[in-house]
């Protein structure tokens, strides 16, 4: 038993690795913008704020310091959200957003920007109508007081379609001209306007990363279907139900705070599969781990490469997408299918 247990856990070193590479990151991000911090003034402003000046300490503490926190969270966040979905659904093509969670945000967003002025209202709209799509994709995939795998995704596809069809009638009723443009971009994706007033969405995110962490290995039993699960002795509705709560919760506090980013839900677990396997007791915390670097180096790039910032919605898809594209072709296939 113990050389199996030892097989499932991951090296003391990858381990370490995980949890170094993006605080690494996030501290390297520091350095970098359209705006020239030299590296000395950048390890003052962290260290003796007292010794740099005010637009320095500006732009490294109350600018870049809690984007690249939000960034790592949400990456993180909607990485280990798809991980999580596609091994319970048993489906490849699964996101973070499966269950109407961005098309929930996206319509709650729209909402306060076009009738509550905008503003933080934004986030709580977004924030609240993210989890209202999930109760009701919940809903609508019970057949006969029973919720199944498919119908499940089938309930998340006609809700997403519903608040699909919303965002649709905001935007028409938006103004052209003042909340338009402002709708367009959040749905984007943006880090733009984050500031430590936002990093409360951290907590929840923080919440659901871990309730999915601890059940990581309850995902793979679950991943082999409900009646394998429950021969095996493991309680099927509760930990679904725990899954997919911690997702929704992990994947909501990440949109609300960052706009809809698509791509990063469907790919980066994949691209953890290609690296270690489809064991969840290590892909889930690679998937974390991932995911958090992808969305720094994204966000990085989105405020650097032009002078006006690049939406990270549009750049994942556009970066994201030829990457995975060519480990595929180099993997053949194997563990993506």
């Known amino acids: 038993m113990r050389k199996v247990k030892t097989k499932n856990k991951l090296n003391p070193v990858l381990t370490l690795m995980l949890i170094a590479t993006p605080l690494l990151l996030v501290f390297v991000s520091l350095f970098f913008g359209r705006y020239s911090v030299s590296p000395a003034n950048v390890c003052s402003a962290l260290l003796r704020p007292g010794s740099v000046s005010p637009a320095v300490l500006t732009v490294v503490r109350q600018l870049r310091l809690p984007r690249a926190i939000a960034a790592a969270f949400v990456g993180a966040s ?3 959200s798809g991980a999580a979905f596609q091994s319970i659904f048993r489906n490849p093509l699964v996101n973070s957003g499966i269950l109407g969670v961005s098309n929930g945000a996206g319509f709650g967003a729209c909402l306060a920007i076009v009738f509550l ?15 209202l799509a999930v109760v009701l994709s919940w809903f609508a995939g ?6 199944s795998t498919v119908s499940l995704i089938l309930g998340g596809a006609m809700v997403s379609a519903f608040f699909s069809a919303l ?16 709708i367009t971009f959040w749905l984007m994706g943006s880090f733009a306007s984050i500031n430590y007033s936002h990093l409360t969405a951290v907590i929840p995110m923080a919440l659901g990363i871990l309730a999915v962490f601890l059940s990581r290995w309850k995902i793979n039993v679950l991943s082999m279907g409900d009646k394998e699960a429950a021969s095996l002795g493991v309680d099927v509705r509760k930990y679904k139900l725990l899954v997919i709560t911690g997702a929704t919760v992990a994947t909501a506090s990440a949109v609300c705070i960052s706009g809809t980013i698509g ?7 994949h691209i953890g599969r ?7 007791s290590k892909l889930i915390p690679v998937s974390i781990s991932l995911g958090a670097c992808f969305m720094i180096v ?16 549009i750049l994942c898809a556009v970066i994201g997408s030829p990457f995975f594209v060519y480990l595929l072709k180099k993997k053949k296939g194997g563990t993506v299918s």
Do not use: C, H
Request: glycine content about 10%.
């Open 142 to 147: 019970r057949v006969s007081k029973v919720t």
């Open 274 to 280: 290609m690296l270690i396997g489809n064991n969840n």
């Open 167 to 182: 965002i649709s009638i905001m935007k028409f009723l938006a103004d052209p001209y003042s909340q338009l443009p402002g």
């Open 298 to 313: 994204m966000d990085l790039i989105a405020r650097s490469l032009t002078s006006s910032e690049l939406p990270i919605g």
């Open 117 to 131: 002025g905008g503003g933080l209202t934004v986030y709580f709209s977004s924030f609240a109508f993210a989890l």
């Open 78 to 80: 909607l990485s280990v």
């Open 263 to 269: 791509w990063v839900g469907l790919v980066i677990p």
